[in-house]
């Protein structure tokens, strides 16, 4: 279980939409990317299919770009997880085709672990991730200090 380039990029860019959410105007893609160091035409992508997974809203024009759906304490981890990697991605079926007693135990252990998985990312929310990070970044400046 490994959170894959997508996924992390995906969760870079909504982080950097839920930090402006209160604002209410839309990020620029060239915005998002130069800010949190991701590709400009990937960027493109990884938002077109968040915005039709229902997660950010385009607004077209010149002060055009992207803004979250709904609410950052709303949008969970999950969520996120699934609609870039799909929702089989979250929990792998591996041996499938298991015919061996060693094969099935594998099988329905990793499916638990699968499930765990799902249910820590269910947890949290875009707002959790924020916070944390903010904590996170008081704890270094005070170290700096």
């Known amino acids: 279980m490994e959170l ?6 995906a969760l870079l860019a909504l982080l950097e939409l839920a930090d402006h959410y209160r604002d209410n105007e839309p990020l620029q893609i060239r915005q998002i990317a130069a800010e949190q160091k991701i590709p400009d035409r990937y960027l493109e992508q990884l938002l077109a299919t968040l915005r039709r997974s229902g997660l950010v809203r385009s607004q077209r024009g010149a002060k055009g770009g992207y803004i ?3 609410e950052p304490w709303k949008i969970t981890l999950s969520e996120i997880v699934a609609s870039i990697e799909g929702t089989d991605a979250q ?3 591996v041996y499938r085709d298991a015919k061996s007693i060693e094969g099935m135990v594998i099988r329905e252990v990793w499916q638990e672990a ?4 799902d249910a820590i990312l269910q947890k949290y929310t875009l707002q959790d991730l924020m916070e944390k990070r903010n904590s996170r970044q008081q704890l270094d400046l005070m170290y700096y200090i």
């Open 68 to 70: 979250l759906a709904q």
């Open 91 to 93: 929990s792998p079926d």
């Open 114 to 117: 699968g499930q765990a998985a």
């Open 4 to 9: 894959s380039c997508k996924s992390e990029y």
